[in-house]
């Protein structure tokens, strides 16, 4: 006789959250805290860089609205990215009386917001946090959509969750002391969003490229509020990447190969800049893109002073491609555009399978 008991636990969950962006908007997080709380004792944590630059100066900003506040911070760098600085990071949250009527404050770049993020997942169970991005990369990309996470000695982001943040605050001011290297390098993500969303944000970033290499402010506004639209709207449609939201990935096959067989010494978007080349290639030589839109997107990049080549052993390279999650079973697979701002799909999926053998052929071509 077998006893069955249900637990019935359908649940309904409303994630949603709002996306500030505003110059100058860093020092009045606190007052808007203060009048939409999220805990009655808040934990920034942030890296050791931004501690000097603009932690200190949050926290600050806490005192003098009278909130509960402190501020933890670990070495900067991927490195730290590591389940040793979460427990690091849980014991000091405790130490520093952050319990589960708190919150934490991410500031920093998507190094600060997977860790930060990933820890208030797990913290107690769980507290609410906030993203407050501090790279382009971070601005347009990783504060959204509540992919949180740790490396591991064998990869990159191996264990993580699911875990939206409650409000994301962006200041773009905070990128005029981003080291110059680290803003081009998050360009390649917001030319990304124009291949593969938005045939208008990419005519716009070419019409615009001195200006964003300017740091304008109404031209960076207008750029990353266009790409946290786009992620926004992705994400939305697609929250645990069944489908679509793969298409956030493009020339990310490639770029994560490139990232490890350069044992991470060349910048994520560097990588990626690189990865939509080839990806854009593997798309024309399939018979989905234009050889014309192909060399528009390259040309792009360029003027951004992004990389489009590296050297490469292609045994390696496509080595390096499986072990990448996006490889499913036996078949690497692919996101590819059909035109600038619109991506490919067959029978409805939008990760494309690449035979092998076909993608030895394409990058021996790219490398003539
Ligand atoms: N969760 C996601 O959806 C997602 C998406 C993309 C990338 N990521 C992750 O993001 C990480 C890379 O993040 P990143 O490119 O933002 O780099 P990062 O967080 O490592 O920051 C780069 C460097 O710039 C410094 N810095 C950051 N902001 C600064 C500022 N305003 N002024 C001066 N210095 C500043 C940092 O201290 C650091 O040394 C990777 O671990 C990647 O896996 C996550
Ligand atoms: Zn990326």
Known sequence: MVKVLRLNLRKFIDDSYEILIGFRLLDNIPSDLKENPLGDRYAIITDSTLKNIYGNRLLNKFYEEGLSACLIDFPAGEESK??????????????????????????????????????????????????????????????????????????????????????????????????????????????????????????????????????????????????????RTIVEEDPCEVNKRAILNYGHTPGHALERLSGYKILHGEAVSVGMRISGWVAVRMGFWSIDEWERQNKLLKRFGLPLKMEFDIDEMIEAMYYDKKAEGETLMFVLPKRIGEMASINGKYKIPVPEEKLRIFLRELAD
Do not use: H, W
């Open 82 to 231: 590591s389940l040793n600085t979460v427990s690091y990071l849980a014991s000091n949250l405790l130490r520093s009386g952050i319990n589960r009527k708190s919150a934490i404050i991410a500031l920093g770049g998507g190094v600060v917001g997977d860790l930060a993020g990933f820890t208030a997942a797990i913290f107690m169970r769980g507290i609410p946090y906030v993203q407050v991005p501090t790279t382009l990369t971070a601005q347009v990309d990783s504060s959204i959509g509540g992919k949180t996470g740790v490396d591991t000695a064998e990869g990159k982001n191996l264990l993580g969750a699911f875990y939206q943040p409650r409000r994301v605050y962006i200041d773009p001011a905070l990128l005029k002391t981003l080291p110059r290297r680290e803003f081009i390098s998050g360009l390649a993500e917001v030319v990304k969003y124009g291949i593969i969303y938005d045939g208008n944000l990419f005519k716009y970033l070419e019409e615009n490229v001195d200006r964003i290499l300017g740091l304008d402010e109404e031209v960076l506004l207008n750029i990353i509020e266009r790409s946290c639209n786009i992620k």
